[in-house]
């Protein structure tokens, strides 16, 4: 079925888009739509290159050889960490990332939207991401009362491509999948969970279009 949500004279579609078909959860990506950031990891590697004055590329190259393997989770930052230091010819502490992971811009507006459907819906964030990255920004942010499950790739060894990441976030949250809602701001990455049976709705990163969820 698919309904038509009408804003600003504009025509929205979207499937079963309010609460009255049935949606319980609304699920959302990190980097692009909670944040302003489109992608993660070129935030580390920005904020790397300018603390220790190394040159974007040189850093670049040296952590994006390890970036699949982090976002899988077959390895963590400290499993790496070694061979970047060689790579970029600098021996840095390991701390520093708790700062570039941190080194992130939150829409407001989002975080405005998500504060004022806490109450009704459960929300969850289903993310390709690095585990400490995403806790270290959930556990120092206002995220951190407003998600009720965190659905993390390196945890669960599973990427938005493939359907066991979105399974575990219904096993976590007990709902089915046409009862909850997905949102990205990558279309590739809505096509599991829209076979699955979501709601998924696409969230352009660079208009940052609220009127899609204004269907709520």
């Not at 004055?53 to 982090?70: F, G, P, Q, R, T």
């Not at 809602?181 to 709601?199: C, H, Q, R, W, Y």
Request: proline share 1%; charged share 30%.
């Amino acid at each position: 079925m698919q309904r038509e949500c009408r804003e600003d004279n504009k025509i929205i579609r979207n499937l079963n888009m309010d609460k009255h078909q049935g949606i319980k959860g609304l699920f959302f990506d990190f980097d692009g739509v909670i944040t302003t950031e489109k992608n993660g990891s070129p935030s580390i590697v920005s904020y790397i290159s300018k603390e220790t004055n190394i040159s974007y590329e040189i850093v670049e190259n040296a952590y994006y050889k390890h970036n699949n393997d982090l976002l899988y989770g077959t390895i963590t930052h400290r499993d790496m960490w070694n061979q970047f230091c060689i790579d970029i010819c600098q021996s840095l502490d390991i701390s520093i990332l708790e700062k570039a992971f941190l080194n992130v811009t939150f829409d407001e507006k989002m975080i405005g939207y998500i504060k004022e459907r806490h109450n009704n819906y459960l929300i969850g964030m289903i993310t390709d991401n690095k585990a400490d990255r995403i806790d270290t920004i959930v556990n120092n942010s206002v995220l951190k009362e407003l998600l009720d499950i965190v659905i993390i790739s390196a945890n669960v060894h599973s990427r938005k491509s493939e359907r066991k990441i979105f399974e575990e976030a219904l096993k976590q949250s007990g709902l089915k999948a046409e009862e909850c809602v997905f949102i990205d701001n990558t279309a590739s990455n809505l096509v599991k969970p829209s076979e699955m049976g979501f709601t998924t709705i696409y969230f352009d990163d660079e208009k940052r279009d609220f009127n899609s969820l204004y269907c709520y």
